[in-house]
């Protein structure tokens, strides 16, 4: 299916959240993640189901000072 991710089309076919994220290179990376505007906690992401034209932000945590 295609999704939004961080403003680029691209193709996953994983049904939920943790398994795109898992295709698409972060499966074990600490990121936040937001679908559709609304925050998922890591927990959620298993049971997190996605649909054809969903918008996911992936938000790696920034250091500094």
Known sequence: ??????????EVTGPTLAEALRELGWGEARVATALNGAFVAKGARA????????RLEVLAPMQGG
């Open 1 to 10: 299916m295609k999704l939004e991710v961080n403003g680029e089309t691209r």
């Open 47 to 54: 049971q997190t189901e996605l649909k054809e034209g969903d």
